[in-house]
């Protein structure tokens, strides 16, 4: 395999977004043994490689005009320039989630609505269309360093919201009342008098994932109470004896835990204190958040890995992009110093929004697996309160379905860390 050095000339116009969106191109391609400098490296020939330049010339990128509210797309998704299509601008403008900027269009807790978005105009929801632009874009201009590029199977990130705990004999109770399953009832009580909530299964999960060699992730809230009519924070307190026993237990067979930033004015590193953790991962509760202040607030924070871009409506990939990645930012033109995990399958995206029965759950699951089997990374959620309830019943066999095609055709399972060397250690090479 040769060696690289891809050069981008020190007067190149937008040099450190194009410095940015290469090295995530290479890591998006999976293109191995490439360099993005804009210094002339000479002498660098080892026993099996040589090393030599490519000067990348007169990119077509419109980074100048990145403020402008409205772009020109062809029928494919991608902006047109006075040049004609612009490939890296429309990379550039997709992953970093330019369409949710400056915009009123969210819904009625204030996210940003699936159905006005890129992906559902386009069709682009399921497919890793921002790496197929980079192929194209290197097709085009940069042919040989894609003979370095390499198929490595996806991998997958694992995760759970604890967003209930004990929901399960009020929620599950309603359910069960409205269906006459009084029997139901009965046991949900029997489980509450002896301090068994339903929904207090981590022991149990931990169980099930031990068996397909999987060590998940678990996101907590540490505020506690409803917050509006329709929204609320923890039915738990995070100080409790239990929760704490809990979330050691969860560390000693060798997962992980997560902030799930709640609902507060509180800011992520007054809420990890209430944690009392050495996290480095956040998920937002609800997925409720809006660009760029979220990505402003995960700056000023200890926070190194936010795994909260994904639609609640729709599974897929929010900024058309399969892979964890540093966002830009667009005010200082410079990379962000947090690494993005986006989230792409969730249980009550089938269940509540898509009104998908578990039956047919699993197939869409797997049919967006089969779409992206390489280099990829697939970022799963599944709530506690979905294993084995009676108000959720069924969603339970989709994720163990799932578990079990991905023991069976051998892709492995990814923490946070993994994740964090990997895609933000690497971006900086």
């Given at each position: 395999?040769?060696?690289?050095?891809?050069?981008?000339?020190?007067?190149?116009?937008?040099?450190?977004?194009?410095?940015?969106?290469?090295?995530?191109?290479?890591?998006?391609?999976?293109?191995?043994?490439?360099?993005?400098?804009?210094?002339?490296?000479?002498?660098?020939?080892?026993?099996?490689?040589?090393?030599?330049?490519?000067?990348?010339?007169?990119?077509?990128?419109?980074?100048?005009?990145?403020?402008?509210?409205?772009?020109?797309?062809?029928?494919?998704?991608?902006?047109?320039?006075?040049?004609?299509?612009?490939?890296?601008?429309?990379?550039?403008?997709?992953?970093?989630?330019?369409?949710?900027?400056?915009?009123?269009?969210?819904?009625?807790?204030?996210?940003?609505?699936?159905?006005?978005?890129?992906?559902?105009?386009?069709?682009?929801?399921?497919?890793?269309?921002?790496?197929?632009?980079?192929?194209?874009?290197?097709?085009?201009?940069?042919?040989?360093?894609?003979?370095?590029?390499?198929?490595?199977?996806?991998?997958?990130?694992?995760?759970?919201?604890?967003?209930?705990?004990?929901?399960?004999?009020?929620?599950?109770?309603?359910?069960?009342?409205?269906?006459g399953r009084f029997d139901v009832i009965a046991r949900l009580i029997a489980n509450a008098i002896i301090l068994k909530p339903d929904w207090f299964n981590i022991d149990k999960i931990l169980k099930i994932e031990s068996e397909y060699d999987l060590r998940s992730t678990f996101f907590w809230i540490v505020n506690k109470g409803k917050v509006s009519e329709k929204l609320t924070n923890a039915d738990y307190s995070i100080h409790s004896k239990r929760i704490r026993n809990t979330l050691q237990m969860i560390t000693e067979r060798g997962g992980q835990n997560g902030l799930h930033k709640s609902l507060s004015d509180q800011t992520f590193d007054e809420e990890i204190v209430?944690?009392?953790?050495?996290?480095?991962?956040?998920?937002?509760?609800?997925?409720?958040?809006?660009?760029?202040?979220?990505?402003?607030?995960?700056?000023?924070?200890?926070?190194?890995?936010?795994?909260?871009?994904?639609?609640?409506?729709?599974?897929?990939?929010?900024?058309?992009?399969?892979?964890?990645?540093?966002?830009?930012?667009?005010?200082?033109?410079?990379?962000?110093?947090?690494?993005?995990?986006?989230?792409?399958?969730?249980?009550?995206?089938?269940?509540?929004?898509?009104?998908?029965?578990?039956?047919?759950?699993?197939?869409?699951?797997?049919?967006?697996?089969?779409?992206?089997?390489?280099?990829?990374?697939?970022?799963?959620?599944?709530?506690?309160?979905?294993?084995?309830?009676?108000?959720?019943?069924?969603?339970?066999?989709?994720?163990?379905?799932?578990?079990?095609?991905?023991?069976?055709?051998?892709?492995?399972?990814?923490?946070?860390?993994?994740?964090?060397?990997?895609?933000?250690?690497?971006?900086?090479?």
């Open positions: 395999m040769t060696s690289y050095l891809l050069f981008i000339p020190p007067d190149t116009k937008n040099k450190q977004a194009l410095f940015w969106l290469f090295r995530t191109a290479l890591l998006a391609l999976n293109i191995k043994k490439v360099k993005v400098d804009d210094q002339e490296i000479h002498g660098c020939e080892t026993t099996h490689t040589h090393s030599f330049n490519t000067v990348l010339t007169d990119p077509c990128f419109n980074f100048i005009d990145i403020h402008q509210k409205t772009y020109s797309f062809n029928n494919e998704g991608v902006i047109l320039n006075e040049k004609g299509e612009d490939e890296l601008f429309t990379a550039f403008y997709l992953i970093n989630s330019i369409q949710e900027y400056s915009t009123s269009a969210y819904d009625s807790i204030g996210r940003f609505e699936y159905k006005n978005s890129f992906q559902e105009k386009f069709g682009k929801t399921e497919i890793n269309f921002v790496t197929a632009l980079f192929e194209k874009y290197f097709v085009k201009n940069l042919p040989h360093l894609l003979e370095n590029r390499q198929n490595e199977k996806s991998v997958f990130f694992i995760s759970h919201d604890i967003d209930s705990l004990y929901g399960a004999f009020f929620q599950d109770g309603l359910s069960a009342l409205k269906a209430k944690l009392s953790q050495n996290v480095i991962a956040n998920r937002n509760h609800y997925l409720k958040f809006q660009l760029p202040e979220h990505y402003d607030q995960l700056e000023s924070s200890q926070i190194k890995i936010d795994c909260s871009l994904g639609f609640a409506e729709h599974y897929g990939f929010r900024n058309s992009l399969a892979i964890p990645f540093v966002p830009f930012n667009i005010k200082k033109i410079e990379p962000y110093h947090f690494l993005e995990v986006p989230l792409n399958i969730m249980d009550g995206t089938f269940q509540k929004y898509m009104q998908v029965s578990p039956k047919e759950t699993t197939p869409r699951m797997l049919e967006l697996i089969e779409k992206n089997k390489y280099n990829s990374v697939i970022s799963v959620l599944w709530h506690n309160h979905f294993f084995n309830t009676y108000r959720f019943k069924g969603y339970f066999e989709p994720y163990i379905e799932l578990l079990t095609y991905l023991k069976e055709q051998d892709f492995k399972f990814v923490n946070t860390e993994q994740l964090y060397d990997k895609y933000y250690l690497s971006s900086l090479l």
